[in-house]
């Protein structure tokens, strides 16, 4: 009878707490709420805040998982960012969760070690997935702390529009641009006919060729000729530099190459040049009409080409397109983070990524399964441009990927800032000095340049 | 110092000895059984939520919040008012003597692509001074002015200029970059400031809410005048953001322009990142306020880290006693808000809201209780099990009384209740006195053996006879029962007065009542 009463009693009270407890049980958890500074869109629209948001609906809502964007900017700025938050300056903001980064970033930060290595969360399998280059260059100090999502290369924009008036004035070919020695020289005679179009205002020629890294077209150009561009932790400025120097040089002082800092999209934008070499992935920032300063605007046709290379050279081109870095931080983020970029990362998903953004993607079986129907599909002529070129590279050139110097990124800001110094410098000294003067300034510029480099 | 403590010890056992009182006893018991029925009641309470219910605490904390909250926001909102004034003094100054120094007027600007290059080139000082120091996203000036007034679209194209971050923090610092989203791109180029991916030559004022009224109301103080837009779309890039418009005073004290600044949704965002509670996290928002709707999709929403507040639709709300309970339809917020001195172009009211999700309370809420069931649980356990622990004691003496009495009523018994003990001592004296009086004088024992001798002889017509005497029947009655007659009654009657050597009815009868009295009418009885 006492145990009868024992048993009532503790039934009860199990009872009791299961009611009170039941109550809590059926809350929703806080979800796991993890931040990205990334690269791709920057001011744009963004297609991955789409991607995103998709992925908040469906994925992250089922595991509790939140991504929140806190910055979209571009490369160089989130590499800024990055840096000043790893080395704690005074202001700068907590780092992410999750950032886009090249290595180069992350051998500049102080202490690697905060960032995931994504070999404890990816399977040999998984990883095997991905182009094996891909992994060889996220990989820093045998730990995988980039994972690719997304790579590009450097690509010819043109603004097909006003190269077809140019040509059908000059008879400048399309396949001239097939080659610097060529392009340079369009760039010369693009300098003389725009300069033509107005003769009461003398020198007024415009720019026809940007390009968004300088260091490079140099880089590449010297490698592609057979020789080194790198010499240690320092350049190497062997003959094959001065092959390169020349002819870019020579249409620098004429005026035909843009000097201003900023990405090649902006002089194409304003109708200020009609040739740029970019990332593939700056498709996104080209707009099809041109506005020009008396606020006229103009649709245009933007096309891609393969990047040139030199007529004695290899065939070679910048890889470009940098990863994600995951910061450590608890096993439920960080599990986050990884449950977002197999998501991001999966062979369909990551072709409908790429393919918005002008990327290439980072699996082989998206490269062989999804990606040619994805390219057939497109509808915006600018996209269907680039993703020619893109196949006509990849069947046509070699793909450099630059070394992982710890010294990389300082040689590439002091280049990029000395040699457009130098050349504006030599710009007006050939100026003063007369159209007779360019051979000589051609060389006293680079002797310039690498006394102060 | 020994005797005293063998005084002390004596006392102890002596108090011991004399027991506790019942009284006390039961004074103890009552105090626990109302203990337990104290906290049975704690317990329905507990379940009914009374004492777990931490409304009041919640109002006191959404209070303070909201305070914060309100005060941050209208110090940044008034001062960025303040600002955009000063700016605006600034730009029309600069404006005029621009102008004046190309010998031209206002009027001239429009298809003057130089002057309105020069008269950029001037406001850019300014309008990148007022984004430095502000607490804002961005800066803009408009000028009723346009490039090209051949155009199609030159009614909606203003010149202009337009600033923002490219990065923005938590904490602005000068290294933050800027774009250049509006304006001549050679000022950008001399500048060199980063073209923002959307960059266009001039603004498109049918992009920006409340232009034209803004533009045609006349103006009699500049800080009256500031205006704000609600949430808005910058178009074809992926932000939305918040406007404030000020007039750009000509030198006739006409409207020519407008400045004013930007706060990004991002930047609000970080600026206002979630309070963390003991109830959730607290998200700020800024919102239009329509009838009882808080419209989300104009609003700008803090930091709303663990929590799934989108900038969709609308949040209805309802006033209570502690706070405001807020309903998306498919999301339900408690807070509170509030409308600061700000005025918008579509004429609503903007408030300052401090929201956290109900469900976040609701578990702080159910664990309160919970806290509070169990805990009461335990106490009414505790004191039903102390309970039956003092009713076992108290019960334990009496029963051990009882049990040793049962064993040996003349047993000397303590129990260890005072009472009881009394009693117990009553009850003992008492079977002492029957036990005395149950020893009769000798001679009397002799009588009672003699007289039932004499009993023994009759015959069993007498003893029958006898023994209807002893029932106490008259001889009528005798008679009757045995079935004789009257006078065979009386000779029986007679036979046995002499055999007994009594005399009389009476004095038979006095001998039965003393055989009665004595408890040993058994020794005389017939079982006829």
């Known amino acids: 009878m006492k145990r009868r009463k024992y048993m009532a009693l503790l039934l009860a009270l199990i009872l009791l707490l299961g009611c009170t407890g039941c109550g809590t049980a059926r809350q929703k958890e806080d979800p796991v709420t993890v931040t990205l500074w990334h690269v791709y869109g920057a001011q744009t629209d963004s297609p991955l805040n789409d991607l995103i948001n998709q992925f908040n609906q ?23 960012g990055v840096l000043a938050a790893a080395f704690g300056d005074p202001g700068a903001p907590e780092l992410p969760d999750m950032f886009v980064s090249y290595p180069k970033t992350v051998l500049a930060m102080p202490d690697e070690s905060v960032l995931v290595d994504y070999s404890d969360y990816f399977n040999e399998e998984e990883i095997s997935e991905f182009l094996p280059s891909f992994i060889a260059e996220g990989t820093v100090n045998d730990r995988l702390v980039v994972l690719p999502v997304a790579k590009s290369t450097e690509i010819m924009f043109i603004n097909k529009t006003a190269f077809d008036r140019f040509s059908a004035a000059t008879g400048a070919k399309l396949s001239d641009l097939e080659t610097w020695e060529g392009l340079f020289n369009l760039a010369d005679d693009y300098v003389a006919w725009t300069d033509a179009q107005t003769p009461d205002i003398p020198d007024d020629g415009k720019v026809f060729f940007v390009h968004d890294y300088h260091f490079n077209y140099f880089q590449v150009g010297v490698e592609s000729l057979g020789e080194n561009f790198f010499d240690g932790d320092g350049l190497a400025f062997s003959p094959a530099f001065d092959t390169v120097w020349e002819p870019y040089a020579r249409a620098t002082l004429a005026g035909g190459v843009w000097l201003q800092s900023g990405y090649a999209t902006e002089p194409l934008r304003t109708g200020d040049s009609i040739v740029s070499v970019a990332s593939s992935a700056s498709v996104l920032y080209y707009s099809d009409t041109v506005t020009y300063a008396d606020n006229t605007s103009e649709r245009v046709e933007i096309m891609a080409m393969p990047c040139p290379g030199f007529q004695d050279g290899e065939k070679l081109v910048m890889q470009r397109g940098a990863g994600i870095c995951t910061v450590k931080s608890t096993p439920a983020r960080e599990q986050a983070c990884v449950t977002f970029l197999k998501w991001l990362t999966d062979v369909q998903r990551n072709v409908e990524f790429v393919t918005r953004l002008g990327y290439m993607p980072v699996k082989q079986e998206s490269f062989d399964t999804y990606l040619p129907t994805a390219i057939e599909n497109l509808e915006n002529p600018m996209y269907a441009s680039l993703y020619q070129a893109f196949l006509e590279t990849q069947a046509g050139y070699e793909f450099y990927t630059a070394p992982k110097l ?33 051979e000589d300034q051609i060389w006293a510029t680079l002797d310039y340049f690498k006394e102060h480099y | 110092m020994l005797s005293k403590l063998k005084e002390l010890r004596r006392l102890t056992n002596a108090a011991k000895q004399q027991g506790v009182s019942m009284q006390r006893r039961l004074r103890l018991y009552w105090m626990s059984m109302v203990l337990a029925v104290f906290a049975a009641l704690i317990l329905v309470l507990s379940f009914a939520g009374v004492f777990s219910d931490p409304a009041q605490k919640l109002s006191d904390a959404l209070a303070i919040q909201q305070q914060n909250t309100v005060a941050a926001l209208s110090e940044q909102l008034s001062g960025l008012t303040a600002q955009c004034v000063a700016l605006s003094k600034t730009l029309s100054k600069e404006v005029s003597n621009t102008l004046i120094e190309h010998g031209a007027v206002f009027d001239d600007l429009s298809d003057n692509q130089s002057l309105i290059a020069e008269v950029e080139e001037a406001l ?13 996203s961005g800066v803009l000036v408009l000028l009723d002015a346009t490039t090209n007034t051949g155009l199609e679209r030159s009614q909606e194209s203003r010149m ?7 990065d923005l923090n938590r904490t602005g610092s000068a290294n933050q970059h800027l774009t250049y989203f509006r304006g001549a791109s050679e000022i950008a180029r001399r500048q060199q400031v980063q073209m923002h991916n959307r ?13 034209d009224n803004f533009m045609d109301t006349p103006v009699d103080r500049l800080a009256d005048g500031g205006i704000w837009s609600e949430r808005t779309h910058l178009k074809d890039t992926w932000e939305d953001v918040l406007l404030l418009y000020v007039p750009v005073l000509d030198g006739d004290g006409g409207v020519c322009g407008l400045c004013g600044v930007e706060l990004s949704e991002l930047y609000f965002r970080l600026s206002y990142p979630p309070i963390v509670s003991n109830y959730g996290g607290m998200v700020t928002v800024l919102a239009p306020l329509n009838g009882n709707e808080l419209l989300l999709d104009r609003a700008m929403l803090g930091d709303s880290m663990g929590l799934r507040l989108e ?23 408690i807070g509170l808000h509030q409308i600061p001195r700000c005025a918008l172009v579509s004429g609503r009211d903007l408030a300052v809201v401090t929201l956290l999700p109900e469900s976040s309370y609701d578990k702080l809420s159910a664990s309160s209780r919970t806290a509070w069931i169990v805990g009461s649980l335990a106490f009414l356990l505790c004191m ?6 003092l009713s076992r004691r108290f019960v334990r003496p ?27 001592a009553f009850i003992q004296s008492k079977a002492d006195q029957q036990q005395i009086g149950d020893e009769l004088p000798p001679n009397i024992e002799a009588f009672f053996s003699e007289f039932t001798c004499r009993v023994e002889q009759l015959t069993p017509m007498e003893r029958t006879v006898l023994q209807y005497y002893i029932d106490g029947c008259e001889i009528g009655e005798i008679a009757q029962r045995a079935f004789i007659s009257i006078n065979t009654a009386k000779k029986h009657n007679t036979n046995i007065n002499r055999k007994l050597g009594v005399s009389t009815r009476e004095e038979l009868t006095l001998y039965i009542d003393l055989f009665r009295r004595c408890g040993r009418l058994e020794q005389i009885t017939y079982h006829i």
């Open chain 2, 160 to 166: 202009g200029l337009y600033l923002r971050y490219s």
């Open chain 2, 384 to 389: 039903l099990t102390l309970a039956r622990y």
């Open chain 2, 311 to 333: 900038p969709k639709g609308t949040l209805r709300f309802k006033e209570g006693t502690y706070y405001n309970t807020y309903s998306s339809g498919t999301e339900r917020y």
């Open chain 2, 124 to 136: 850019y000082g300014p309008l990148h001074a007022t984004l430095r120091a502000s607490d804002c």
């Open chain 1, 58 to 80: 469906t994925v992250g809502a089922e595991q509790n998982i939140c991504v929140k964007v806190t910055s979209v900017s571009n490369t160089n700025t989130i590499h800024e």
């Open chain 2, 398 to 424: 009496i029963t051990q009384s009882i049990k040793a009495i049962q064993e040996s009523p003349t047993g000397k018994q303590r129990s260890g209740i005072s009472e009881i003990d009394e009693l117990l």
């Open chain 2, 199 to 211: 960059w266009n030559l001039e603004f498109d004022t049918t992009c920006l809410p409340g232009y």
């Open chain 1, 406 to 438: 710890d010294s990389y990124l300082e040689l590439e800001t002091r280049f990029e800032e000395n040699v457009r110094y130098a050349l504006k410098y030599g710009i007006a000294k050939y100026k003063a000095a007369g159209p007779d003067a360019i």
